[in-house]
């Protein structure tokens, strides 16, 4: 399907619609920013990087990753 990145100017996410098992994680901790019936799905103005990182790091397929602006 496709692989999409959503970027904060801090935190830039990556996702991979392929690997994406629909388990939940993501919505049910951040549910202002992960909204699976809008476009775009992921609101990160509703987060602290902090925050996205934490929840990231538990996604159970790997579908969602990412890397801090200031790494590149």
């Given at each position: 399907?496709?692989?999409?990145?959503?970027?904060?100017?801090?935190?830039?996410?990556?996702?991979?619609?392929?690997?994406?098992?629909?388990?939940g994680?993501?919505?049910?901790?951040?549910?202002?920013?992960?909204?699976?019936?809008?476009?775009?799905?992921?609101?990160?103005?509703?987060?602290?990087?902090?925050?996205?990182?934490?929840?990231?790091?538990?996604?159970?397929?790997?579908?969602?990753?990412?890397?801090?602006?200031?790494?590149?």
């Amino acid at each position: 399907m496709a692989k999409r990145q959503y970027d904060n100017g801090e935190i830039i996410i990556h996702w991979d619609s392929d690997l994406c098992t629909h388990a939940g994680v993501c919505w049910h901790m951040l549910p202002k920013v992960f909204r699976p019936s809008e476009r775009p799905w992921v609101r990160m103005e509703f987060a602290t990087t902090a925050e996205l990182i934490n929840m990231i790091e538990k996604c159970p397929s790997g579908a969602l990753k990412y890397e801090l602006k200031a790494e590149q």
